[in-house]
């Protein structure tokens, strides 16, 4: 299986910037997103990118995070602005196993798939 390597994380104050970045061993043809889990939470998808550049996003993150993918460093990456301190939790990225079949709004939101997809450690992300 491919794996992730998820980087960028910190602590920052209410209202910085963070960019984390997920480098994956090899290209992946098939959506990739970010999630996030805060204690004692389920975890929750904020954003979602598919093969051609398409993207969405948790309305809770709309106009504040930017999702994108670098196709030649097999990078993935999640722009974080305005943060506030609900954002505070563990950030994943993660991947389709096998070939892609999700357009990046089911791989977001499709819960009942988390458990098929590929993730990456995590990396903590702390704003006060």
């Known amino acids: 299986d491919v794996q992730l390597v998820e980087s960028g994380g910190g602590s920052v104050q209410a209202g910085g910037s963070l960019k984390l970045s997920c480098e994956a061993s090899?290209?992946?043809?098939?959506?990739m997103g970010w999630f996030r889990q805060a204690p004692g939470k389920e975890r929750e998808g904020d954003a979602a990118?598919?093969?051609?550049?398409?993207?969405d996003y948790d309305d809770s993150v709309k106009g504040r995070f930017t999702i994108s993918r670098d196709k030649d460093k097999n990078t993935l990456y999640l722009q974080m602005n305005s943060l506030k301190p609900e954002d505070t939790a563990m950030y994943y990225c993660?991947?389709?196993?096998?070939?892609?079949?999700?357009?990046?709004?089911?791989?977001?939101?499709?819960?009942?798939?988390?458990?098929?997809?590929?993730w990456g450690v995590g990396t903590q992300v702390t704003v006060s």
């Open positions: 990118i598919d093969v051609d550049g398409f993207t």
């Open positions: 993660a991947t389709e196993r096998g070939s892609g079949v999700l357009g990046a709004k089911l791989f977001r939101t499709s819960e009942a798939a988390y458990g098929s997809y590929i």
């Open positions: 090899t290209y992946r043809y098939t959506s």
